[in-house]
């Protein structure tokens, strides 16, 4: 799930001083500290991975580039996940199926840290973020279909506040919150998921 999308949840609040450490550990007991709010009935169920791993000491995030061809959300940033099926009994489950999917994660390597509150778009989808942490030497294959590449951005530079944009986008013109990271932007749901992961991160210590 990506990002024109418009989020119905109150602005995610930052102390970025009390956001260290970034290992699995400290994340996965400040995301325990703090229950996640559901939203059961408000839409169709849907989830996404928060990916994240270390390399060189710094705690990263993997995203993902949506292809130009798709019918929604072509060519933005994302987290790897989408619909729940009926065969997913969690929303853990269905992040996971869907990581493998669209970038060939599996599933097993994933350690799963913790969940934030759900969101609710516009477009009638509850979206649940999962987070996981995954092995630095992973290796992902995109789904050409879906994906059209994948990266990964310090998780450091997402602490901040993103920054109130204006975007032309489908001929329209927009004022977007977004953080642009080495040249990625990032916007709509995706940022507003980072915001609340931040926002869980601190408020759980």
Do not use: C
Request: net charge neutral; aromatic share 8%.
């Amino acid at each position: 799930m990506a990002a024109i999308d418009r989020i119905r949840h109150a602005p995610a609040r930052y102390t970025p001083q009390r956001l260290n450490p970034h290992t699995a550990d400290a994340i996965a007991a400040r995301l325990s500290a703090r229950p996640s709010q559901r939203q059961p009935g408000r839409g169709r169920a849907a989830a996404v991975l928060l990916p994240l791993f270390e390399r060189d000491g710094a705690t990263r995030m993997v995203f993902i580039k949506r292809t130009e061809t798709l019918r929604q959300h072509k060519g933005q940033y994302a987290f790897p996940g989408g619909g729940r099926d009926e065969a997913d009994d969690s929303a853990e489950a269905t992040a996971l199926r869907e990581s493998h999917e669209e970038i060939g994660l599996p599933s097993t390597d994933v350690r799963v840290l913790g969940t934030l509150d759900d969101l609710v778009t516009i477009s009638g989808f509850v979206v649940t973020p999962v987070v996981g942490w995954i092995p630095a030497t992973s290796v992902f294959t995109p789904n050409p279909i879906e994906v059209q590449y994948v990266v990964d951005l310090p998780l450091a530079s997402f602490i901040d506040p993103p920054r109130a944009r204006t975007l032309l986008w489908e001929g329209i013109r927009r004022i977007v919150l977004a953080f642009d990271v080495e040249g990625h932007f990032i916007w709509g749901v995706t940022a507003s998921i980072l915001r609340s992961f931040v926002s869980a991160l601190a408020e759980a210590t």
